[in-house]
């Protein structure tokens, strides 16, 4: 059902097509979902230092890792990881630049890391703020890593690891300008996320593995989610390699 005052295009090909919002001059959605709670702060990108690797020997040393030592990552690492896949190089009033590219710059995605073992951070949900560079406690439930590992269908590598990452879609801020092909925009970018994460992990000395494989009406509960607006839309996990 369309809503009123909907308008309507002719396309080259003589269909008719739905005017996005953002032609209606309807107003955006907000760069970032709001959040609540003490922001903890991460170490800038500049007082980052990992090892410098070869691109193409990164590349071609790809693969996906499923098992990893009980050695913690440090928040240095944590915050490298979330910059390389998230990050925000230049923020501007209607859209950001990252250190991925997204349709249109509209970058609809939200970080969210499961933290099981990284040095000075209790266990628990965290939300990456980007426009901050910093991490907000989200949720500290006794049973949250076994909920977890329930909605990731008993895969344990989502709770063996250092971390592990849910991005969810707040996919209006995508839909917005592009309508309903602005779904297919969204699961492209998030291979664009992903991929940074298998390119950057090797430089932590860490590896990950890519998860599609979820209950998604479990997942987005226990993220508590809608999953219409939002939903979780990838998972990885990142640790330590075992040595």
Known sequence: MMKEGTRFLVASNGKEEVESDARMGMPQPPLEDNYEGELIDLPSIEEIHVPKRDLQEVIM???SVRS????????EELAYACYMTQGIKEMRPK?????VPSAGARHAFETLILVNNVIGLKKGLYRYIASKHKLVFMEEE???QDKVLEAS?????????????????????MTYRYQMRGYRYMFLDAGHVMQNLYLISDQLDCGTCAIAAY??????????LDGENRFVIYVAPLGKLKK
């Open 68 to 75: 990893y030592s009980q050695d913690p990552i440090t928040i």
């Open 215 to 224: 209950d998604d009406d479990l997942m987005n509960k226990v993220m508590k």
């Open 142 to 144: 006794d049973s949250l």
């Open 95 to 99: 859209n950001t630049f990252r250190t």
């Open 61 to 63: 040393n790809r693969r």
């Open 153 to 173: 269908y008993g895969q344990k590598m989502v709770v063996n690891s250092a971390v592990t990452f849910l991005w969810y879609a707040n996919s209006y801020r």
